[in-house]
């Protein structure tokens, strides 16, 4: 803990902890199921598993597992913990707040003098609640102790062409100064505008209304502008950094993931950001054969095939070697909403050797539909030591990911037709199977006639969380 008398050193990520659900459809079976062409959520959408949850889970639970997980794991006593935040899009009541839940957690140790509630805006979030930590440990608010920033999401759609594009999951990161991963001061750049691209306004059903090409458009607008701005004030904060901004100055760039395929247009996309802010003379030594886009427009290009197909080409390696491992899983999880971005550090985390990352600048874009999005970096502690033990404690990622139940495409929409059926019902004992899911993991035991929820969890193993 950190004295409250000065001011606080490189405050960012101290710990994080990752949850999945426990069960998954397979993307090539769920393609045969719905009558669908070969490869059109596989190679189309980019994925390749997807996570969901029974009845027996909902945010609440989500959202208790990871946080008690990640306070075990990292040996944080309750008392230590100031602030907590949930960003979530996933509403299971109008007035009480998830945080509100959360506090069940606390009250053995007394502690009840913890700020924050949820904040909610499409898949931004837990992106604001991050943002809202660190600018509580940045305050005279900040009285020496750690904030939790979560973001959890159970993200379902309708039968039909969205479906594919779900998923759900829970990410807690603990706050605090002197930490591995460091949010760069005044490198945020945000934009928010009004936009009815996806949104959520029968509060009766799980399901979004969507648009879907309006959100493509929103998504990559929104990317633009922030890229843009990021560059101007970067220019502003670090003037001894001499050449100009480019996708150059990040060793790692990841993405909030709707779906695989768009963070690799993305990636493309900020490509020909550089290329339109490159000097003429410079870009036909940078970007041989592309002066036929010379004229081109941002405005007039978010669906120009020609355009995205050639920058795609021209950022082949950027994405590989900068984006790809950081979509680990989304691949195999899908879209957790709030949670998505952060679960791309997690697996750009676990996919690179610790050393590599070692003082490294990762670019970070966070949207939420609706709109809000910002763009900022986080910076990679120079302490080899201190990074290598950071990314150990997430060891445990891959063989839980391994480890998961495959469901059937008939099952798995049986499942989907029990929570679709029974959103919001009280009182309701849910039927999900409680032996499938993982060690410590939180579930919902009944809702009574009141619609105050109960929650029971699966025993822990004892030689660790999981």
């Not at 109960?454 to 004892?462: D, K, L, M, N, V």
Request: contains cysteine.
């Amino acid at each position: 803990m950190a004295s409250t008398t000065n001011w606080p050193e490189k405050v960012g990520i101290l710990a994080i902890e990752v949850l999945f659900p426990s069960q998954y459809v397979d993307q090539t079976e769920l393609e045969q199921f719905d009558g669908a062409s070969a490869g059109k959520y596989t190679i189309g959408l980019g994925q390749a598993k997807m996570g969901f949850c029974s009845d027996r889970e909902d945010v609440n639970s989500l959202c208790l597992t990871v946080v008690s997980r990640l306070l075990e794991r990292h040996h944080i006593k309750h008392t230590e913990i100031g602030r907590l935040e949930v960003g979530t899009e996933t509403i299971v009541d109008k007035s009480k707040s998830v945080k509100s839940v959360l506090m069940q957690l606390f009250a053995d140790s007394g502690n009840t003098d913890i700020e924050g509630i949820d904040t909610t805006n499409a898949c931004y979030g837990g992106t604001a609640a991050l943002f809202n930590a660190v600018n509580w440990l940045e305050s005279s608010s900040w009285d020496g102790r750690y904030a939790l920033a979560v973001c959890a999401d159970i993200a379902v759609y309708a039968k039909g062409a969205a479906r594919p594009t779900g998923g759900a999951g829970a990410i807690a990161m603990l706050v605090g100064p002197n930490a591995p991963l460091v949010l760069e001061r005044g490198l945020r750049a945000t934009h928010m505008e009004h936009a009815y691209d996806f949104y959520k306004p029968d509060l009766s059903s799980e399901y979004p209304t969507v648009d879907g090409k309006l959100s493509i458009q929103c998504y990559l607008s929104a990317l633009d502008t922030c890229y843009r701005l990021y560059r101007k004030k970067f220019e502003k904060v670090q003037p001894k950094e001499s050449s100009a901004v480019s996708l150059d100055k990040f060793d790692a760039i990841i993405f909030h993931t709707p779906f695989c395929k768009l963070v690799q247009k993305s990636v493309g996309r900020l490509s020909f950001n550089d290329f339109l802010l490159t000097s003429e003379e410079k870009r036909a030594a940078k970007y041989p054969d592309l002066e036929r886009f010379n004229n081109s427009t941002l405005e007039g290009t978010y669906f120009d095939r020609d355009l995205e197909k050639a920058f795609l080409t021209q950022s082949a390696e950027i994405f590989a070697s900068k984006t790809k491992k950081s979509l680990l899983l989304a691949n195999q999880v899908g879209n957790m909403y709030t949670p998505s971005v952060y679960s791309g550090l997690v697996s750009l985390l676990i996919s690179e050797p610790p050393e590599s990352l070692v003082d490294k600048r990762i670019a970070v874009f966070s949207y939420g539909s609706g709109l809000a999005a910002s763009m900022y970096s986080i910076r990679v502690t120079s302490d080899a030591e201190k990074f290598k033990k950071f990314a150990s404690q997430l060891d445990y990622v891959l063989p839980l990911l391994s480890s998961r139940e495959k469901v059937s495409p008939e099952q798995f929409s049986q499942l989907m037709e029990v929570r679709e059926k029974n959103n919001h019902a009280a009182p309701y004992t849910p039927t999900g199977k409680v032996g499938i899911l993982f060690p410590g993991t939180y579930y919902l035991k009944d809702v009574d006639a009141l619609h105050r929820r109960t929650y029971e969890r699966t025993p822990t193993i004892t030689n660790g969380v999981h």
